[in-house]
């Protein structure tokens, strides 16, 4: 049984970076693909990113594409996302997701709080 767990959350002001890890325990598929969600309060949850394990192809949600950049270790078995000018509308709780397509999901992680002050 697979394991996520996202690190890298906190409070940062208008403009600055943060990066976000999830780190996979258990085993991994070539043909995963790994997702960034994210929540803002009192919103849906939505997606943000996503990249696929093996072939390592990313995909996009048009309000952080540009700014936020998708990566995965193999070795290390995490994924990354490297978030750039950070606007205080992307503040919410971000959400690790593994699943078989862009934005499916059957295993989350327990996400991560990002607030973004202006």
């Known amino acids: 049984q697979a394991h996520l767990e996202e690190f890298g959350g906190g409070l940062v002001q208008a403009g600055g970076s943060l990066r976000l890890s999830c780190a996979v325990s258990g085993r991994t598929y070539s043909s995963a693909v790994m997702n960034w969600f994210r929540q803002a309060p009192g919103a849906e949850r939505v997606f943000a990113a996503s990249?696929?394990?093996?072939?390592?192809?990313?995909v996009y949600a048009d309000s952080v594409k540009g700014r936020f950049t998708i990566t995965r270790d193999k070795a290390e078995s995490t994924v990354y996302l490297q978030m750039n000018s950070l606007k205080p509308e992307d503040t919410g709780t971000y959400y690790c997701?593994?699943?078989?397509?862009?934005?499916?999901?059957?295993?989350w992680g327990r996400g991560t709080q990002v607030t973004v002050s202006s």
């Open positions: 997701g593994s699943g078989r397509g862009i934005g499916e999901v059957d295993l």
């Open positions: 990249i696929r394990w093996g072939a390592g192809t990313t």
